[in-house]
């Protein structure tokens, strides 16, 4: 009686073990499509950023880097990895897992680096976005002049959106402030906006800060826990003599 619950004991074992396996597998397969239809959406509105937007004026230094770009490059590495993810787990291919976790391992480096350069040169980015800012205000003003001053552009949008004028007031712009600096349509009697965009722009960072914060955090814990399932099924396939298939 002994030897035989101990036989069915072994025959149960991995029974219990695949199923795990299997609920990992498609746990996997689950979560990378759902960051694969987040990644093709953010795709998306940056393309639609692309076509019907454009904010690198304002950043000269950085205009390759605009909002637009940024969404497009950042939705392309979320979509090719969720897929590669999607695909490694469902077909149990090894070379796959191996590269959604090499790929995840370098994002999550990037990331960090990011958020230290950010905390470690927090002085000197401010100082550089303020000059850029000024510099490319100072590009919409010289171009007012000389075309159709009823023409938008990035500093229009950007005024009308967040209420301020200028980088730092409405000096900033001399004798041709537009009328996005006003606080109504008509700009009669002309009141203007009294804050800043610069001190808009901090004052909105600052306020997002925790969020954003918890927002990476959160993000390197899944990328963590999808680098774990990924070692576990990739290590699964090879004890099991399935190779690359």
Not at 19 to 47: A, D, H, P, R
Not at 53 to 63: D, E, M, R, V, Y
Not at 136 to 163: A, E, G, H, P, Y
Not at 230 to 245: A, D, E, P, Q
């Amino acid at each position: 009686m002994f030897k035989w619950k101990l036989t069915r004991g072994e025959h149960h074992g991995p029974e219990m073990s695949q199923s795990c396996l299997n609920c990992l597998k498609y746990t996997m397969c689950v979560v990378n499509f759902i960051c694969w239809i987040c990644g093709t959406s953010v795709l998306g509105f940056g393309i639609y950023l692309m076509m019907n937007s454009k904010f690198s004026s304002l950043i000269p230094t950085l205009a390759s880097m605009n909002i637009a770009n940024t969404l497009v490059i950042t939705g392309t590495i979320v979509t090719c990895i969720s897929f590669l993810g999607f695909l490694g787990a469902l077909k149990e291919n090894r070379c796959l897992l191996i590269s959604y976790f090499i790929l995840l391992f370098i994002l999550m480096l990037a990331e960090l680096s990011i958020a230290c350069a950010l905390l470690i040169f927090e002085q000197e980015i401010d100082s550089f976005f303020e000059k850029d800012l000024m510099s490319s205000l100072v590009q919409s003003r010289d171009s007012r002049k000389t075309v159709n001053s009823t023409i938008k552009d990035d500093w229009d949008r950007v005024q009308s959106t967040f209420q301020c004028c200028g980088v730092h007031n409405v000096s900033d712009w001399k004798d041709n402030v537009p009328t996005s600096c006003c606080q109504n349509n008509l700009c009669k009697p002309k009141q203007y906006w009294g804050e800043g965009c610069y001190e808009k722009f901090k004052d909105w960072f600052e306020s997002n800060f925790l969020s954003t914060g918890a927002g990476m955090i959160g993000l390197c814990v899944i990328e963590v826990l999808a680098m774990c399932f990924s070692v576990t099924l990739f290590c699964h396939i090879s004890r099991s003599g399935l190779g690359y298939k």
